[in-house]
Nanobody, 121 residues
Framework: QVQLVESGGGSVQSGGSLRLSCARS????????MGWFRQAPGKEREFVSV???????TYADFVKGRFTVSRDSAKNTLYLQMNSLKPEDTAMYYC???????????????WGQGTQVTVSA
């Protein structure tokens, strides 16, 4: 059974930093996509960043230059380093795992439970 467990959320002031972690277990394929989405109150869940099966990282425009996604394969863990945080970054952040095939990330329903990030002005 696939499990994704996020940690590292919290409350910071504008301009501060946080590092989120997502520990993966129960998924044994060698190539996959792992990434981050977020959902603010009253809004739809939106894409933040992903590392695909080829190792390529992709970011939403609103986090480029501020957030960095990385993974430690030995620890089965995905990270999101968030710098220069803004109040509009306040949201629940979710880890997502998807299979990788035909040079793209495929659909899946593998989600973590989320970790809350709150940025005050």
């Amino acid at each position: 059974q696939v499990q994704l467990v996020e940690s590292g959320g919290g409350s910071v002031q504008s301009g501060g930093s946080l590092r989120l972690s997502c520990a993966r277990s129960g998924y044994y394929y060698s190539t996959y996509c792992m990434g981050w989405f977020r959902q603010a109150p009253g809004k739809e869940r939106e894409f933040v960043s992903v590392i695909d099966g080829s190792g390529k990282s992709t970011y939403a425009d609103f986090v480029k230059g501020r957030f960095t996604v990385s993974r430690d394969s030995a620890k089965n863990t995905l990270y999101l380093q968030m710098n220069s945080l803004k109040p509009e970054d306040t949201a629940m952040y979710y880890c997502n795992l998807r299979p990788y095939g035909s040079n793209r990330c495929l659909d899946s329903n593998y989600w973590g439970q989320g970790t809350q990030v709150t940025v005050s002005a």
